[in-house]
């Protein structure tokens, strides 16, 4: 059974941090490159960051040198470690494969405050 559960949300304030976590089935996460996305109010879903099955990360421009994605293939889950944190972060952030999407879950809400 397919499975995508994200948790460690919260609300904080600027500067300050938080670490997410995605548990998933072992269906999607073995050999699979896997991704952290976020969507705030009224716009589109959009990649923070990326880890392949190899460890290898990627990140997108507004989060680089913020974010720290990991993964322990042992457990099947994932991180993203977030510090300095800015009120633009806020949003609802998913887990997910990084190609070949499968059901979305839940989502951990981030919320940024100046």
């Known amino acids: 059974q397919v499975r995508l559960v994200e948790s460690g949300g919260g609300l904080v304030q600027a500067g300050g941090s938080l670490g997410l976590s995605c548990a998933a089935s072992?269906?999607?996460?073995?050999?699979?490159?896997m991704a952290w996305y976020r969507q705030a109010p009224g716009k589109q879903r959009e990649l923070v960051a990326v880890?392949?099955?190899?460890?290898?990360?990627n990140y997108a421009d507004s989060v680089k040198g913020r974010f720290t994605i990991s993964r322990d293939d042992a457990k099947y889950t994932m991180y993203l470690q977030m510090n300095s944190l800015k009120p633009e972060d806020t949003a609802v952030y998913y887990c997910?494969?990084?190609?070949?999407?499968?059901?979305w879950g839940q989502g951990t809400q981030v919320t940024v405050t100046s």
């Open positions: 997910n494969a990084h190609i070949g999407w499968v059901r």
């Open positions: 880890v392949t099955s190899n460890g290898s990360t």
């Open positions: 072992r269906s999607i996460f073995v050999d699979n490159s």
